[in-house]
């Protein structure tokens, strides 16, 4: 999480200079760990795709 922020607020986002927010984009971890997620993981996708 401290990783992905500092990546963010040297891209420009000051808003994760914030001690509270407990929340970062997904782009940004899968760039930090070289990974990319599968999007069946994804729970803003199942929340979007509800009939």
Not at 22 to 46: H, T
């Amino acid at each position: 999480m401290k990783k992905t922020k500092e990546l963010m607020i040297s891209r420009g986002h000051t808003y994760y200079q914030s001690r509270k927010l407990d929340r970062v984009p997904r782009e940004a971890v899968e760039e930090l760990l070289g990974i990319k997620f599968a999007d069946e993981n994804r729970f803003d996708e199942f929340l979007h795709n509800k009939e």
